[in-house]
Nanobody, 121 residues
């Protein structure tokens, strides 16, 4: 069974940094696009950043220049380095991965359980 396990959330003061990690475990054929989403109370889940298996990245305008997404393909892990954090970055952060379980099948979408990031002013 494929699972995405996140770690690295917590409480930080404005201007501080946090690093999130998300590791994919289980048996699968390929791990394609991976990304981070976040959901603040009363708001819809939104894309924060994404990265392809080849390393191409995209970011939400709100985090450009402050957040960096990266991945270690050998360890099936994606990271989100968050610098210059602001109170408005407070949310539950979710890892998402597009995974091919079997080469004969299509792409399935998996989500992590979420990790809380709280930025105090």
């Amino acid at each position: 069974q494929v699972q995405l396990v996140e770690s690295g959330g917590g409480l930080v003061q404005a201007g501080g940094s946090l690093r999130l990690s998300c590791a994919a475990s289980g048996r699968f054929f390929s791990l394609n696009v991976m990304g981070w989403y976040r959901q603040a109370p009363g708001k819809q889940r939104e894309l924060v950043a994404g990265i392809t298996s080849g390393g191409n990245t995209n970011y939400a305008d709100a985090v450009k220049g402050r957040f960096t997404i990266s991945r270690d393909n050998a360890k099936n892990t994606v990271f989100l380095q968050m610098n210059s954090l602001k109170p408005e970055d407070t949310a539950v952060y979710y890892c998402k991965a597009d995974i091919v379980i079997d080469w004969r099948a299509g792409i399935d979408v998996y989500w992590g359980q979420g990790t809380q990031v709280t930025v105090s002013s």
